[in-house]
């Protein structure tokens, strides 16, 4: 037998999740003025390379990267931002000005051990601003995100912070590097990143770590006039939509080419805290990919992570939909055609299966239908129909003629 590859997975039962957070996403972000864009799975290594950052672990352990027949060498992509940002630069969008905003949504690629929570493929949706320098545009893309988070009913706490730009931000990384070579016991990965990218040490997950970070200096204490005024503004925005936030010193995003703002959403509902929307300001990754300066702000979230909180609540979920059935197949031609107008107002799920009432009920209960509707030979003969409400154990027979009125009650 064939399966799928480690790190795989099908989206089969969870379809129709799946396509709820997408259509709730693309929803919230139209709202705000953002327009869909597809971009190719397969990019020039090369693209991830200058944008994702040679110090990454996306880019030194994780890429799907190979040489096609052409000789190129070749990726699937990790991450959407990436090639959106060639895509706009490859149309000349960053010489013609203006703001363009973008979501898209789809497959990412990496090459990591699989876990919970952890594929090799798996889902992201993302929404990117070009050409907005204001801090109102960092505001509204953090609030889509709680916007979204609270249609999905999923709680989380977001947590923000200033990466500085590139003024304050070199300074800042020199008093830390100097904090970090004087300290000893930092893990294997630390040690390595204070060569390559010294503020990804600030978000090492392991514990020891942490506590010899206690004392480490602080980019908020290293903020330009500038960067400070805009992440006071931020701060103070938020506040007036009534979002609530932490803000945290030693929150870094994993990419090389986040500045100023950075921000996550983190939830506990699938065990310890994890992030399951992060994002910030980019303000030099189009001129680093070859386009014109060009402001940059967005994020991305993952729709699996989405997808198990939202299942594991799946039995605490209101009923939805109609079963309907019959006791005997004969009655199934009458039954087949009352699905047929009754589906022009309501989702209907018709079981062809002739087998007795309890096989059904126990049916149309795992598939967790609000009403049960069943034609046996009573029925048939009076021209009713039987309707049991799985959720209030309502129950009675109904005339079909009758039947629209009860079910729009």
């Keep these: ?36 864009i597809e971009t190719p799975k397969l990019e020039a290594t090369n693209l991830f390379r200058r944008s994702v950052g040679e110090s990454s672990d996306i880019v030194g352990k994780e890429m799907y ?32 000005g203006g703001v363009r905003r973008y979501f898209y949504h789809g497959s990412m690629f990496r090459y990591e051990r699989p876990q919970k929570g952890r594929l090799r493929e798996f889902h992201q949706f993302g929404i990117e601003c070009f050409g907005e320098k204001s801090v109102y545009e960092d505001a509204s893309v953090i609030l889509i995100g709680a916007e979204i988070l609270s ?92 979002l609530e936030f ?33 994002g910030g300001r980019y303000d030099k990754l ?12 967005g994020f991305a979230l993952g729709i699996e992570r ?6 594991q609540r ?11 059935c019959v006791l005997d197949e004969k009655y199934l031609d009458s039954a087949y055609l009352l699905s047929a107008k009754i589906r022009k107002n309501h989702l209907v799920e018709i079981n062809y299966e002739a087998k007795n009432l309890a096989k059904h009920l126990k049916t149309a209960d795992s598939q967790n239908r609000k009403i049960f509707l069943c034609i046996g030979e009573d029925e048939f003969k009076n021209g009713e129909i039987w309707y049991k409400n799985l959720e209030n154990k309502d129950e009675k027979k109904v005339k079909i003629e009758n039947l629209e009125g009860v079910l729009s009650e």
């Design 314 to 324: 799946k039995s605490e979920e209101k009923r939805d939909g109609i079963y309907l």
């Design 286 to 297: 189009v001129e680093y990919l070859g386009g014109r300066p060009t402001f940059g702000v």
């Design 65 to 96: 990267q190979f040489s096609d027949k052409g000789g190129n060498d070749v990726c699937l992509r990790p991450e959407g931002t990436a090639g959106v940002v060639r895509a706009f630069i490859e149309a000349k969008f960053d010489r013609a």
């Design 151 to 242: 249609r999905l009913g999923i709680k989380t706490k977001l947590k923000i912070n200033s990466l500085g730009d590139s003024e304050c931000m070199p300074k800042y990384k020199a008093k830390l590097v100097e904090f970090l070579q004087t300290t000893d016991g930092l893990c294997e990965d630390c040690k390595r990143r204070i060569s390559t990218n010294p503020i990804r040490v600030l978000d090492c997950k392991n514990e020891h770590c942490q506590l010899l970070l206690k004392n480490a200096p602080l980019i908020t204490n290293n903020l330009n006039e500038a960067c400070e005024h805009d992440f006071s503004t931020l701060q103070e925005i938020l506040k007036q939509n009534g």
């Design 306 to 311: 989405l997808m198990e909180i939202i299942s």
């Design 1 to 36: 037998m064939i399966t799928a590859l480690r790190g795989m997975k099908d989206i089969i039962d969870d379809g129709n999740l799946y396509k709820y957070i997408v259509q709730t996403c693309e929803s919230v972000a139209s709202n705000y003025g953002y327009k869909f």
């Design 246 to 278: 932490e803000v945290d010193a030693k929150l870094v995003r994993g990419l090389d080419y986040y500045s100023k703002t950075a921000f996550e959403f983190i939830s506990d509902e699938i065990g310890s805290q994890s992030a399951v929307l992060g």
